[in-house]
């Protein structure tokens, strides 16, 4: 099945959770929020969220830096996934 993952086509065997998502591209879930078809998840849902084919996943990791640690950008989690 096929998904939208951070934009792009992204290939499933099929359904599976967010978590299990996560975990299949080595990303840790406490420094990422994922878009699940436009809503913004809870960390608390990502095990109840199953996720199939059309869906679309935005994986944004939080990067700090900058002086002072006091800036944050975001990037997309699964770039090195390209």
């Known amino acids: 099945m096929t998904i939208t993952l951070n934009g792009d086509p992204y290939e499933l065997d099929g359904p599976l959770t967010v ?5 299949r591209l ?6 990422v929020a ?4 436009l809503l913004v998840l809870k ?3 990502f095990d109840q969220t199953t996720i199939a ?3 679309q996943i935005e994986i944004v990791n939080f990067v700090g830096g900058g002086r002072g ?3 944050t950008a975001t990037t997309h989690a699964t770039e090195s996934y390209k």
């Not at 978590?19 to 975990?23: I, K, N």
């Open 19 to 23: 978590s299990d998502l996560l975990v």
């Open 26 to 31: 080595d990303i840790d879930p406490r420094r």
């Open 34 to 37: 994922v878009e699940y078809n």
């Open 43 to 45: 960390r608390a849902a």
């Open 53 to 55: 084919a059309g869906d």
């Open 69 to 71: 640690g006091s800036r």
